[in-house]
């Protein structure tokens, strides 16, 4: 039987995950705590607009497919302060969403982020002085304008890494709901409904990769050509692994362990 093996969400665009052992999906198919906050460019702080919906590009902020050595990073939120840390070089700050404490994040995130690879990166027109933007509360930064729900499943990872050695790993796809108990890209075949726990959710679409798939989830290295493999090795016509889902009736609960239940 499917059932979910791992729930995350991201506090902060572009960022690593938090693991959870329960999400909300809101109604309006975002998840609670998820994208509340993001780091923007100083060129990026107000949103583009597309389809009339708000829109943050993760090209205009830090995120792993520009900054992979973010991969480095590990963060807490809980709804106050962020704490973000790496454990090898012992950098670390915490502080509250006030001015001061924002500026604060702001200033050790870009002096950390000149000690990496990436630090060329931050030379760019536009680029500096970093703003931490966002309320802490309201899920505003996905990907796609629209929120969603991302959901792969885990065998479809393992098959893709017996390919390309690392790609095994779940967390370079950055997904809400990783699942297990499905056959390889199963998943992609998917249509109509399927229940989750509390929650009942169409299928959208498919997900199209960027490159924050080949960066590392310890070390940030970009190690794994996920993208061309899925072109070249697995025929794919985009380079897509996993799926977009949106409740159709409220939100509710979704919870490791929940089986995955397909409606059609």
């Keep these: 039987m ?47 607009q597309r389809d009339s919906l708000d829109y943050w590009p993760k090209r205009r902020g830090l995120a792993l497919m520009t900054f992979p050595t973010l991969a480095r990073l590990q ?36 002096d950390w982020l000149r000690s990496t690879e990436d630090a060329a990166l931050l030379d760019r027109p536009g680029v500096l002085p970093l703003r931490l933007i966002g309320d802490g509360a309201t899920p505003r930064f996905q990907d796609r304008g629209r929120g969603f729900v991302s959901l792969h499943g885990a065998s479809s990872a393992a098959d893709l890494g017996a390919a390309v050695p690392g790609a095994e790993d779940s967390r370079r796809y950055r997904s809400n709901i990783v699942i297990t108990g499905t056959p390889a890209w199963a998943e992609l075949d998917w249509s109509g409904r399927l229940r989750i726990g509390e929650v009942e959710f169409s299928v959208e679409s498919p997900i199209v990769r960027c490159l924050a798939t080949h960066a590392n989830p310890e070390t940030g290295e970009r190690d794994a050509p996920v993208m061309s493999a899925l072109v070249q090795q697995f025929q794919q016509a985009e ?12 939100g509710g609960s979704v919870r490791v362990g929940d089986p995955v239940e397909l409606l059609g």
């Excluded at 995350?8 to 906050?37: H, I, M, N, S, W």
């Excluded at 454990?87 to 604060?104: I, K, M, N, T, W």
């Excluded at 380079?239 to 409220?250: H, Y």
């Design 239 to 250: 380079p897509t692994l996993g799926i977009l889902l949106l409740p159709t009736a409220g």
């Design 2 to 48: 499917a059932e979910v093996s791992a729930l995350y969400r991201y506090p902060v665009k572009g960022f690593t995950p938090e693991p959870q052992e329960e999400l909300r999906v809101r109604p309006d198919g975002r998840v609670a705590g998820d994208r509340v906050l993001a780091f923007r460019f100083a060129s990026a702080i107000e949103p583009e």
């Design 75 to 110: 963060l807490s939120f809980d709804g106050l302060r962020l704490l973000i840390t790496e454990s090898p070089s012992g950098f670390s700050v915490e502080a509250g969403l006030d001015d001061a404490g924002r500026e604060e994040i702001c200033q050790q995130v870009t």
